[in-house]
């Protein structure tokens, strides 16, 4: 076989390393992957470059973001040590809740045996056992009373809309119908920020919490800013089951967007859920959706929001991608926004 045969495009390549041609490209802008250029001058990656990829790919499984990756392939063994360590926590706090939830309906199944139980409670406990949290709402305008649905509320779900689409109305009416939910509006990047500061200097504890999370962001590669600190002072408080979040990404840089959404994916099973809107393909990078993680689209077309699965061809997909762009599309976009609406 000649050097011409090895070579994929890009098409070809991100189809056998199961993610999209857009992460290729991504890699290529970081200096992770050099593919070399055919006659015709376009991108071709031979057996070198798609061993290292498939690296990449594996490393981002872990919860990698980028700038780790580099790290990692430039021979920090101790920061891959520290990500083992991390993703196998996680494998292990997971293992230890289904063996609780396993134990709790073998119990339950004994005394349903019994005739101790009746089938209602029984069911009751079940949906205990499994810690899940349900909702079901009568949507707000613009979808006028439709019905809308989640058996169950992952551990990360991303709300991704165009402009109008009525995603917040979406977030704030689910922060109200979820028991023990609240609501971290863009207000935290105004007063949030001095409010923030004051919380944190009267709850000692709170400041560690913090200061922790701030730190693993920073590790992996974020950049400190009073954003940064309103949105975790706002993620570490004590108290809501479920947090809903509008704008994750506002005021953050895309460096410190990407290590944010890595450090929410290793705090494990046991932390509470998050619900947050987002339009950042660094927050929302399609291929790193794990398994624990959902995604609703709100149709600009207004139709009813709709849960889509991360993967080409599945129903709402195109659409979704198109709502997402790169943190610099995304600023260039707010500054027109803000200056039309001044007009």
């Known amino acids: 076989m000649n050097c011409t045969a090895q070579l994929l495009n890009p098409s070809e390549a991100a189809k056998r390393l199961g993610i999209s041609t857009k992460a ?72 230890r809740q289904l063996h609780e939830t396993v134990h709790r309906i073998h119990k339950l199944r004994s005394e349903l045996d019994r005739g101790t139980l009746s089938v209602a409670s029984v069911l009751s406990n079940v949906r205990r056992a499994g810690h899940t949290i349900s909702v079901a709402i009568d949507l707000p305008w613009p979808w006028g009373g439709e019905r809308f649905e989640m058996r169950e ?63 693993a962001i920073t590790n992996g590669g974020g950049n400190e800013s009073d954003a940064l600190f309103a949105l975790l002072t706002a993620l570490e408080v004590e108290g809501p089951a479920v947090q809903v979040i ?65 993967y080409r061809g599945a129903p709402g997909y195109e659409a979704l991608t198109i709502c997402l762009a790169t943190p610099e599309v995304r600023a260039r976009s707010k500054g027109v926004i803000a200056m039309l609406r001044s007009v």
């Open 24 to 95: 290729l490209r991504l890699y290529e802008e970081r200096g992770l992957l050099k593919p070399t250029r055919t006659a015709a001058g376009w991108r071709a990656y031979d057996f070198e470059q798609m061993a290292r990829a498939t690296e990449i790919v594996e490393l981002r499984a872990l919860g990698l973001t980028l700038v780790e990756v580099a790290q990692v392939l430039d021979g920090d063994a101790p920061l891959l040590a520290r990500a083992l360590a991390a993703h196998e926590a996680v494998l292990e706090a997971r293992v």
């Open 153 to 215: 509320v992952c551990r990360l779900t991303h709300i991704v809309g165009s402009l109008g689409s009525g995603k917040t109305r979406l977030a704030m009416r689910l922060s109200d119908a979820i028991e023990g939910a609240s609501f971290v509006g863009l207000d935290r990047l105004k007063d949030g920020a001095a409010a923030a500061k004051e919380m944190l200097a009267a709850d000692p504890q709170l400041e560690s919490r913090v200061r922790h999370s701030a730190a």
């Open 246 to 310: 509008d704008m994750l990404e506002d005021g953050l840089d895309a460096q410190t967007q990407e290590a944010l959404i890595c450090f929410l994916r290793r705090r494990g099973p046991v932390a509470r859920p998050l619900i947050f809107i987002t339009r950042s393909s660094s927050i929302l990078d399609v291929d790193a959706v794990g398994p624990d993680e959902a995604i609703i689209l709100c149709p600009a077309n207004h139709s009813p929001p709709m849960l889509v699965a991360p």
